[in-house]
């Protein structure tokens, strides 16, 4: 008879760290059935009811689809680090948008975790 073998292997810790009581949840415990602009993806693991259009493919598609769905999305979710830049005007041009988000959204969250700034801004 052989022997039959299955590796588990565990992504999470058993406990909920607090960025995920306070950010990942957000959504679920403060705006369920919304819609939202995201350079992360994780919030559509945290909530069931929630369309999020993620804009974190590339700096330009983030430009675009910024600008495509910035008046129908409620929300809109800004991390610090969510695109690799490799000059000063990569780094300029995300700045610009970040400001451009401040300028016209209400800032509801706003937490620093693992040295990346995440923030989250109301319509």
Request: hydrophobic share 35%; aromatic share 18%; net charge negative.
């Amino acid at each position: 008879m052989q022997a039959l073998f299955i590796e588990a292997y565990r992504f999470y810790p058993e406990e909920m760290l607090p960025i995920e009581q306070e950010y990942y949840l957000y959504f679920a415990n403060n705006a369920a059935g919304t819609i939202l602009l995201t350079t992360e993806p994780y919030f559509t693991a945290y909530t069931d009811d929630i369309l999020a259009y993620p804009y974190y493919n590339n700096l330009t598609d983030a430009q675009e689809i910024y600008e495509k769905y910035k008046d129908s999305a409620s929300y809109v979710v800004f991390t610090s680090n969510f695109y690799p830049c490799a000059d000063a005007s990569c780094l300029e041009q995300i700045e610009a948008l970040h400001q451009e988000i401040a300028k016209t959204h209400t800032l509801v969250y706003s937490q620093e975790w693992n040295g990346q700034l995440r923030e989250i801004f109301k319509r």
